[in-house]
């Protein structure tokens, strides 16, 4: 019979934290370009005769690629949860580059017709499934990896550095192809070069990952299931097995209130920029890299808390907090215009640091939610549907604004809605502290062949849920 999990040697813990990381952030690159140039690509493939029309219209591409990110989740979450963990972020981190480089050698509106808009969001549909598997490998290796007193931490790490690194990465690459291609030249073929950046981080990623080992709790789970009867793949009802309706139901919430969060503050900010604020590209650019730097430090430091608070309480505190700053930073930002960059950099740093703290816990509270045999699945589902719907906020608060002045009060309000969602899950989920090490012995990870039905460890301790 196999013994205990091994402990992770430094070297591994360091890699997978780094790699997970990493990973989840050339992904989110990947998809963050779109938000970077959708002023410009939005005319090009979408063009009507409304500004704000075309806006959604080009957001809307955003949120097909996010609708099929629970597809993704459900067929790379079931390959990750049978093959492992490192073998999933390879393919799907190379399917996501691939993808996005495509898009920047599409033919225009004015070239192809209704053609072009066409093609666009097939290949946003091909982006989001590869997009929602990464998460099924990134969100559960690291924490995997780590001792206990660490899983805050690295969820932290994942959530806020991974989209931080990410957005950097997208302003550093904006600024430079901007000054490359200035002015007209970038609606020309800037936008272009900016899409082909996405193969080149996903083969940085790729390379980085040959020093990548598999994670000791899905490896321990592995070799446990051998000689084991074989288990059928994850269904649906297996979920709802592993935890009450309620709990399935509030967990959701949770990741659509934290999801929206994300998406209307950190997401929406290089379009609030530049058509409420009329900041210039350079300015913009510089802008964006602080806040984006600055999701780093707290999302550490509500991961870390909610390791020694849990995580529940720190749900409640961030989403307090957030229910009543953000729709107020929203509307102050709103007021000020291309002169005000020091009040916009304070009140920006204010939005992204506030909004991105909630989910930091999110990955790790989602991980000691379920078994290892069903984690990937469970984890990546969740986490795609829940930022799929919060993604889709920011187009309808393009259509809810008759006229671009509207968009910040129709923000502040859906700020406020989202937080309220957010609050309403975490006042429902169990508190999963130290779960992940009281799992049920008898978890195994499924053989290859399906034949006889699973035995159904709870993830949970009786009483916790």
Known sequence: MPGPTPAPTTRQMVTAGTASTVGFAFDLFDLFILLYVASTVGPLFFPTDSPTLTLAATFASFGVSLVMRPLGGAVFGRYADRHGRKQTMLVTVGGVGLATAVMGALPTHATIGVAAPLVFVALRLVQGLFVGGVVASTHTLGTETVPQRWRGLVSGLVAGGGPGLGAVIASLVFLAVSAMFPGPAFDAWGWRIMFFTGLLASLASLAFFRLLEESPVWAAARARAAGAAPEPPARARDLRAAVSPRTLVAAAALVI?????????????????????????????????????????????????????????????????????????????????????????????????????????????????????????????????????????????????????????????????????????????????????????????????????????????????
């Not at 960059?341 to 939610?369: D, H, Q, R, S, W």
């Open 257 to 465: 209130g934290a999801g929206a969060q994300y998406y209307l503050t950190s997401g929406y900010l290089p379009t609030f920029l530049d058509k409420i604020n009329q900041l210039p590209t350079g300015a913009r650019g510089l802008l964006l890299v602080w806040t984006s730097l600055a999701i780093l430090p707290i999302a550490l430091l509500a991961g870390h808390a909610s390791e020694r608070f849990g995580r529940r309480p720190v749900f409640l505190a961030t989403g307090a907090v957030n229910l009543v700053a953000l729709p107020l930073l929203a509307l102050a930002m709103g007021g000020l215009g291309p002169d005000d960059t020091g009040a916009l950099l304070g009140y920006g740093l204010l939005l992204t640091m506030l909004a991105n703290a909630p989910i930091a816990a999110v990955p790790i509270f989602l991980n000691e939610l379920f078994p290892t045999r069903l984690r990937a699945t469970a984890t990546a589902l969740i986490w795609n549907g829940g930022f799929a719907l919060g993604g889709l906020t920011t187009t309808f608060v393009s259509l809810a604004s008759p006229t671009v002045p509207d968009i910040p009060g129709r923000l502040a309000l859906f700020l406020a809605v989202v937080v309220a969602l957010f609050l309403a899950g975490a006042a429902f989920v169990p508190e999963t502290r130290g779960a992940l090490d009281r799992e049920d012995p008898r978890d195994a990870v499924p053989a290859p062949a399906p034949t006889a039905p699973a035995d159904r460890p709870e993830a949970l301790p009786e009483g916790s849920r």
